[in-house]
């Protein structure tokens, strides 16, 4: 009797240790711990915006942008002390500016990198050579290279991942897309024939404009417009005075900074007097590092574009 008692309890404690493990590794499962990871989710394995899987050992303490883009994405993230180093392109927040700089934004310094010992490092697709460099030093880098509007939500929600920082990403595209959707619900409806003709300029010398494919085609027909280049045969073509004074277009936007001409200088142009935006008064300057620069104040952009295109509905 004493050994089938002791066979029982036997029986009852591997059912039991069976029952607990099997809860332990669904705990596991559900809060992302399982198969080596720590409490905060790390190591982990992030796929990055070319597809490259990009191991991170542990939450990154020391982050380096490459790119004001995503410098920026990354104070919006709450992550403003573990920046250790950006570019001298790195303008905003006014935060950014007092960092430890890292180079150019196309020739970032390798040897700053690698002294300022980052555990993680966000670039772009132009950073190629810097990215082979530092995969072979094992510095984890992962390239941010949204090109539409729904991909800059996506690659914010990728840093946030690499980043520890998913809550402060979740909420932060929730915010955006809440943004947006009031823009599309404001530009609901509208006829094609009523929407406004929008030429956009880059440049003035030569005339250049944004086409199809860029941030600003993306912004101007979300905000209820058509764009006056949105059929050229490149992403930011070259136009005539003479183009855009056939043309007539309704509205004119003009981006500003880096050492362009003054808005005031577009009503002088020989013969654009008579264009329709300029005898209405409707041109407009935007900032131009928040218009084409793939981060969250792209929202702010398609808010100012709509207000311009459509104050009517705008109110």
């Known amino acids: 009797m004493d050994r ?48 490259r899987g990009v191991v991170i050992e542990k939450k990154p303490e020391r982050v380096i942008s490459l790119a004001p883009s995503n410098t920026e994405i990354l104070f919006a993230l709450d992550l403003e002390d573990e920046i250790v180093g950006v570019t001298e392109y790195c303008n905003y927040p006014e935060e950014a500016l007092e960092k430890e700089k890292v180079g150019g934004f196309s020739d970032p310094n390798l040897e700053k990198l690698i002294e300022l010992e980052p555990d993680l490092v966000l670039a772009t697709s132009m950073h190629q ?17 949204p090109s539409t509007l729904s991909e800059i939500l996506e690659s914010i929600k990728m840093v946030g991942s690499a980043t ?16 947006i959707a009031a823009i599309q619900e404001k530009t609901k409806g509208i006829r094609e024939e009523d929407k406004p003709l929008v030429y956009y300029e880059l440049y003035d010398d030569p005339l250049m404009s944004a086409g199809p494919g860029s941030f600003v085609d993306s912004l101007i027909k979300m905000a209820g417009g058509i764009n006056l280049a949105g059929e050229a045969q490149t992403r930011y073509p070259k136009l005539s005075l003479e183009e855009v004074i056939d043309r007539n277009p309704d509205v004119i936007i003009h981006q500003y900074g880096h050492g362009s001409k003054s808005m005031g200088r577009i009503a002088d142009r020989p013969g654009w007097e008579n264009i329709k935006a300029v005898k209405d008064g409707r041109i407009y300057g935007v900032d131009q590092d928040m218009v084409n620069r793939p981060g969250p104040r792209i929202v702010d952009a398609l808010e100012q574009f709509f207000q311009y295109i459509h104050p009517e509905r705008a109110k």
């Not at 198969?35 to 990055?48: C, H, I, L, R």
């Open 129 to 145: 050579k810097t990215v082979e460099e530092l995969e072979k030093l094992q510095v984890p880098v992962i390239v941010v290279n």
């Open 4 to 51: 089938k008692r002791v066979l029982w309890a036997l029986v009852v404690v591997l059912l039991v240790v069976g029952l607990l493990s099997g809860c332990l590794r669904q705990a596991a499962r559900d809060t992302g711990t399982n198969q080596g990871q720590g409490a905060e989710g790390f190591p982990k394995t992030v796929v990055d915006d070319l597809g």
């Open 164 to 179: 520890g920082q998913e809550e402060s990403a979740r909420r932060l595209v929730a915010e955006m897309k809440k943004r």
